[in-house]
């Protein structure tokens, strides 16, 4: 009999860093290209960030580098991928994992990078990629996204990532957190921690009553991509606002088919915008009145250019609706312990409402260091978003509050005649192309050279779906030529919201009020496709107004897309 055959000397293991650590990811949307089924992870600006999530004693340096294209190669030997499926009928699945790279300014940022793309199957074991294995382009500026791609729809799979090191390097091992016991002293007393102040919880009862008395109830929440769900996986019912929703009529109403949900977060954008779209994502056009109004934008709004005012503003719209609905906010955070809850609460305190803060909860522990009871990694999916256990950690903050509010009872409050910073725009109301006659008496437009429709508009996964809305669909894209969009009108206070895009095909926009030049608008900015808004005009009274959105003369060939009118009379 022949002996058996002495194995090969293994393959000498190199320093390494990882990238994603059983990191769950779900495979449920069409990707852009093909038939696949994708999920997509940003990574510009973000890569540093990600990397201490895993390991904090990794230094900023070295995680600085690793965003730049040309900087990775030098550090990076192999790429190492561990694909094991969560469901054992998809463990002989095949994936493809696929680091992309935007390119240099001088080429087409989303086309012209190199793509290193990994076949590997959900078996559990590593695969190994060497660079030199992927043509480089040649053009390669910095690591721009993530993909997984899957030939079945919802594929989940957890996916551990790991940059093996070339000579010369070396890195930190990362230290693995114990598992979050949900149930302990310890989770509820920091859960605890995230009360803020129950303000004034008539309101709130008054919901929770309809809910006992077996009458229906609406819970809205509305916010910036958390609120949306990024990072739970499903989004549908793993974000922290189905979980809301789920523990309210499960633990307060004896007819829970007769709660309802209303999801309308839009990642990356602000109160400002949420003004824009109230009526239409959270009212639903008047058809709908909520109970109960989550408000979450204490990580957004650094780009709200009012500085609170638009905040405010969102805040008495939603509690003056006819439904009297109790208003709560909702104070999230970012990787780096920030929020805006120092500029957001006062407002809260002067108008008695119920606030809850996540911040207030998770980082007090996490400076402990040892002994904390979820990590920051557990925590967060990247350096803004949290995990399906963070999104726990949001809903549980939020059902201690409601908890802690059936011992609260209290006539309804008196709503201050003053504001805090100011809420002139609480009136504002919406014009989109498709509701333009609606509103003639108020607003007159002439399109000049913006008469196409984009199609490629940004996608929110609203309420209860895990498809994705798109935003403003009924809109105004200009194509080419040189004729000016001119709007006409009669207000106090006027926003344009429009479209950004990383698409070279788009240009900028010249914006001139009453006459007077007021800035220019480059679309490309900010470098990925998402709504924005600027408020225009600014007044006390109303006046008549004439503002004109032209291409700037260099640009008469470019894209530019407006997507809504918002004004106050």
């Known amino acids: ?226 609120t949306q769900g990024a990072g739970a996986k499903p989004i549908e019912t793993e974000s922290y606002c189905y979980r809301v929703f789920d523990h309210f009529r499960k633990t307060y109403a004896t007819e829970p088919d007769k709660v309802h949900l209303v999801k309308a977060g839009v990642g990356g954008t602000p109160s400002e915008f949420g003004l824009v779209r109230y009526e239409r994502d959270v009212l639903k056009n008047n058809t709908v009145q909520p109970d109960i109004v989550f408000i979450e934008f204490s990580v957004n709004d650094a780009g709200d250019e009012t500085e609170g ?13 006819p439904g009297m609905p109790a208003v709560l906010l909702v104070f999230a955070v970012f990787m780096n312990d920030w929020n805006l809850q120092d500029r957001l609460a006062p407002i809260g305190l002067h108008y008695s409402l119920p606030m809850v803060s996540v911040k207030d909860a998770v980082s007090p522990q996490w400076a402990k260091g040892e002994g904390h009871v979820i990590s920051k990694r557990q925590y967060f999916y990247d350096c803004y978003h949290p995990t399906n256990d963070g999104h726990r950690v949001m809903a549980d903050c939020i059902n201690h509050l409601l908890e802690q509010s ?26 989109t192309r498709d509701t333009l006659t609606k509103f003639a008496d108020d607003i007159e437009v002439e399109a000049g050279s913006f008469t196409e429709t984009d199609k490629a508009l940004q996608y929110a996964e609203m309420d209860y779906d895990a498809f994705g809305t798109p935003q403003f669909p009924e809109n105004w894209m200009h194509a080419s030529g040189d004729e000016p969009f001119v709007i006409r009108v009669n207000c106090s206070s006027f926003f344009l919201t429009y479209k950004d895009s990383g ?31 600027y408020l225009l005009v600014n007044n006390e009274e109303n006046g008549d107004h004439e503002i004109k959105i032209s291409m700037k003369s260099d640009n008469n060939d470019k894209k530019f897309t407006i997507l809504a009118l918002t004004l106050t009379k």
């Open 1 to 226: 009999m022949k002996g058996p055959v002495a194995p090969k000397d293994p393959t000498r293991k190199r320093p390494k860093i990882y990238f994603m650590l059983e990191d769950l990811l779900y495979a449920s949307h069409k990707a852009p290209e093909g038939d696949r089924y994708a999920e997509m992870i940003f990574l510009e600006n973000r890569v540093a960030q990600n990397l201490q999530l895993i390991c904090p004693e990794l230094p900023d340096e070295l995680g600085a580098r690793l965003q730049k294209s040309n900087d990775f190669r030098e550090i990076v030997h192999s790429i190492g991928i561990i694909a094991e499926s969560v469901d054992a009928e998809d463990r002989d699945a095949e994936i493809t994992c696929e680091l992309h790279h935007y390119a240099t300014a001088d080429c087409d940022r989303f086309k012209d990078g190199t793509r290193m793309s990994m076949e590997v199957c959900c078996d559990g074991a590593e695969r190994v990629f060497e660079l030199t294995e992927f043509e480089n382009k040649g053009h390669d500026d910095i690591l721009g996204t993530f993909f997984l791609f899957s030939e079945k729809e919802n594929l989940r799979v957890k996916l551990t990532v790991i940059f093996y090191l070339q000579d010369g390097y070396d890195a930190p091992e990362p230290q693995l957190d114990d598992p979050i016991d949900y149930e302990s002293d310890t989770y509820r007393e920091m859960i605890s921690h995230s009360l803020v102040s129950m303000g004034n919880t008539h309101r709130l009862r008054a919901a929770m009553e309809k809910a006992e008395r077996g009458e229906d109830v609406t819970l809205a929440f509305i916010g910036g991509s958390i």
């Open 406 to 431: 059936l011992a609260h009872v209290e006539v309804e409050p008196k709503w201050p005649k003053d504001s805090y910073l100011g809420r002139p725009y609480e009136n504002c109301f919406t014009v």
């Open 309 to 321: 005012v638009c905040f405010e503003s969102l805040v008495s719209k939603a509690y003056n609706q």
């Open 503 to 533: 698409d070279g095909d788009f240009g900028t926009a010249v914006v001139e009020v009453d006459g007077k030049p007021y800035k220019e608008i480059d679309p490309r900015a900010i470098g990925w496709n998402h709504c924005n808004t």
